[in-house]
């Protein structure tokens, strides 16, 4: 079974809306971090935003936002305003356990094309 | 600002050569991760190191070895390319901090195409 599933093959969206990435998850750790990076056609990796497992609150980074439901197992990335320097791949990804070092876990991906 | 470098960003190589990608990060990282990313299959890791001359196996090491000898570099070494080796490399560093905030840094990627 995928541990990272990201459903939305690609996504389209104009200009200042906001759009919402889903990525769902499956772990049996109590502890885990979510991550979610942006990949341009340029092909770096850029990292955007992290959500740990303990943490209470969404986290948010400038123009995103992580929507962590737990019991879900889901933690979508949402980007408000979004711009045309937005279109690129982004991947969730996972990191489970608290030993240091570990790897990441990578969704396939979600293309976003913003346009004009 | 963690900057990781690899020294190209496409390669051409022919079946049976063998073939170094370099990766080099300046921030005194313990961690180093080689990915490759091929379409529809995401990124699967091939290696890791999380300290030098330290390795691990990560999920598809067949027909890759690695190489740290020094903690800012880590070298990925196919010793005998094939065509299905054809892929985008990623090169990734971090610090354990603590695994809540061991977030990895991906340097630019070599396209590697094998003839």
């Known amino acids: 079974a995928q541990k990272i599933t990201q459903t939305q093959p690609g996504m389209f969206v104009q200009e200042k809306e906001a759009v919402t990435l889903d990525c769902t998850y499956d772990t049996s750790d109590p502890s885990y971090g979510l991550f979610w990076y942006k990949q341009p056609s340029s092909g770096e990796m850029i990292f955007l935003i992290y959500?740990?497992?303990?943490?209470?609150q969404n986290a948010t980074e400038g123009r995103y936002s992580l929507n962590f439901q737990k019991a879900r197992k889901s933690a979508n990335l949402v980007i408000s305003a979004s711009q045309l320097g937005d279109s690129a791949m982004y991947f969730c990804a996972m990191r489970e356990g608290e030993e240091a070092g570990t790897a990441l876990i990578f969704g396939k991906g979600t293309t976003l094309s913003v346009s004009s | 600002d963690v900057k990781v470098t690899q020294s190209s960003r496409y390669l051409v190589k022919r079946t049976g050569e063998k073939v170094f990608l370099e990766c080099v990060q300046d921030m005194d990282h313990e961690n180093m991760f080689w990915y490759r990313q091929d379409p529809g299959l995401g990124l699967r890791l091939i290696y890791f190191s999380y300290d030098v001359k330290m390795k691990e196996k990560g999920d598809i090491p067949e027909g890759y070895s690695v190489s740290r000898e020094k903690k800012e570099r880590f070298s990925l070494i196919l010793e005998s390319a094939s065509t299905n080796q054809t892929s985008m490399y990623l090169c990734a560093s971090s610090t354990p901090r603590g695994w809540y905030q061991e977030t990895q840094y991906f340097g630019p990627g070599t396209r590697l195409l094998v003839l």
């Open positions: 959500q740990g497992s303990y943490d209470q």
